[in-house]
């Protein structure tokens, strides 16, 4: 008796399920607020070398603060004041009107900056000065979150699948705040991003472990509207991120804030179930039995169960269990599954490292960062219901590679468009982040239908890993500029395409039945009876 066949038959998207997809909302939607967070925490205000401390009184000390910086601040070309170079000593002819250069020695700034606080009230960069020389320790912050992110995915799949989703998402709670308020209250910049690469690793786990215990309680008629129903409270978190950091533009107090929701999970998390699927797959039909019997009964289906007995789960189990305990070693160990796995891993990394490569770059469209990060959140909306359609009609796989595919052409167009004409180049970056948005929300959806019940959180921690090891890396490739400002647009271009081609390897998985063991990959997919029935 397949778990699929109880599922269906039980209603695989009824109360029960809602019930568990409003629970997990509110762990959910802080991944984005954290996530993106250094748009906002991680900002750089327009800033100039302090003059008023470098230089003594005297002349200087009776000029005005205009005059002050007129004399001792050099102008870069389009006008504005330099924020990193500032003169050796004050160039008082300027204030006459020559440009006489002489002696107008320029040197790194002396004795701080100062910053424009009317955007942001206190940011990492004002708070340690991580600006000029610095300015790759405030890039680095975000780096080293996404590296706690890529070690915690593959850690918290490893555990979730031997010991449970519902007791590993409990640990992924508590271990999130507890990091997140540790990393708040931080009295310097080493413990501040060692906080924050535990945090990263904790909020791991809430990210693939809900997935998959969503997934796993959803029937396979009912599994894409699932995946995209999930993917909302993205979107959701998103949203509240700009209007949060909007009104509370002080670092410290930004974090707490959009860490808060998770009280509500820990106090919600005594109403989670536990994955009935992974329970069979592990050989447990009595507590198997039990969520069973929970579902059907919120769902209204008891009747459907009367002949269902945990004795009837457990030999059906045991037709198929294995006792063997999976590892990460077992995804390349025959050729099907190795295949997927280095296809699906190599895909994640382009998915994840261009999308972050758009998200995290919100500055360079000559738009509020308040207003850019409103319109990159509302366009997913629309996006994922089309994505909806797409997936139901036409499939996992040419979804994939379409989204990764056409993402790619927008970031290759705004390599050619001049900056001034900003309002074109924005239009083309939401489509761009509209589309690596819906490239993300069919991975999510595509890698748990991949990988069978027995290694599925370890392919998930496995991909998930790689996505992260692409976002770790995407922030710094901004750094690349200064060797040619457009080379970190064609290299995002260039990742997204390639990963694009690279989806086209992987199977459809559009109706079929999620594979339960490994030997389940190594022949060709079974299709649904609503499959057949369509056909």
Not at 446 to 451: A, N
Request: net charge neutral; glycine share 6%; with cysteine.
């Amino acid at each position: 008796m397949k778990f699929d066949s109880i599922l269906s038959e039980i209603n695989g998207f009824g109360k029960f399920q809602i019930k568990l997809v409003l629970i997990q909302m509110l762990s959910r939607i802080i991944m984005p607020c954290h996530f993106l967070l250094n748009n906002f925490m991680a900002a750089v205000p327009s800033h100039h070398c302090n003059v008023n401390a470098s230089y003594d009184g005297g002349i200087f000390g009776n000029l005005t603060l205009e005059q002050k910086l007129a004399v001792g601040i050099p102008a870069e070309e389009d006008g504005t004041l330099s924020s990193c170079q500032m003169f050796s000593k004050p160039q008082y002819q300027l204030l006459s009107g020559s440009n006489s250069s002489e002696d107008a020695f320029t040197v790194q700034c002396q004795n701080g900056w100062v910053y424009d606080n009317s955007t942001f009230k206190s940011t990492l960069a004002t708070e340690w000065d991580l600006v000029c020389s610095k300015k790759g320790m405030n890039k680095v912050t975000a780096t080293i979150f996404f590296s706690g992110v890529m070690f915690g995915a593959p850690l918290f799949g490893f555990l979730s699948d031997r010991f449970g989703r519902r007791p590993l998402l409990l640990v992924s709670y508590l271990s999130s705040m507890t990091f997140a308020v540790l990393s708040a209250f931080s009295t310097s910049y080493i413990m501040f991003v060692i906080m924050r690469f535990f945090t990263g690793m904790s909020l791991a786990g809430i990210s693939i472990i809900s997935v998959v215990l969503n997934v796993e309680w959803f029937s396979i008629e009912h599994r894409t509207f699932s995946g995209v129903i999930i993917s909302l409270d993205w979107t959701l978190g998103n949203c509240i991120l700009a209007g949060i950091a909007y009104y509370v533009n002080e670092w410290r107090m930004l974090i707490l804030v959009v860490t808060s929701p998770l009280i509500l999970a820990v106090i919600a998390w005594r109403w989670l179930p536990e994955s009935a699927r992974w329970l069979l797959a592990k050989g447990k039909a009595d507590a198997a039995h039990y969520y069973i019997m929970k579902c059907a009964d919120m769902n209204n289906r008891t009747n459907c169960m009367a002949t269902v007995t945990p004795q009837a789960l457990l030999e059906s189990a045991q037709a198929e269990s294995r006792d063997d305990k999976y590892t990460f070693v077992d995804l390349f160990k025959t050729p099907n599954i190795r295949r997927l796995s280095i296809c699906s891993g190599i895909v994640w990394y382009g998915v994840a490292f261009t999308y972050y490569g758009i998200s995290l770059n919100i500055s360079g469209f000559g738009l509020n960062p308040y207003l850019t990060q409103l319109i990159f959140a509302s366009i997913e909306m629309p996006m994922k219901i089309g994505v909806y359609v797409f997936l139901e009609k036409v499939g996992r796989r040419p979804g994939e590679m379409g989204a990764l595919l056409i993402t790619g052409f927008c970031l290759f167009i705004n390599v050619f468009v001049p900056k001034d004409k900003w309002v074109f180049r924005t239009v083309v970056a939401v489509l761009g982040k509209a589309l690596s948005e819906a490239s993300f929300t069919i991975m999510y959806l595509f890698t748990t239908e991949l990988y069978p019940t027995v290694v599925r959180q370890n392919g998930l921690g496995y991909t998930s890993f790689l996505a992260r090891l692409g976002v770790s890396i995407s922030p710094l490739i901004m750094l690349l500029e200064d060797v040619w400002h457009l080379l970190p647009a064609v290299t995002y271009c260039a990742v997204a395409v390639g990963s694009g081609l690279v989806a086209s390897l992987l199977p459809e998985t559009l109706n079929t039945l999620l594979p339960e063991f490994i030997e389940d990959i190594e022949k060709p997919r079974i299709q649904s009876t609503r499959r057949k029935e369509i056909q």
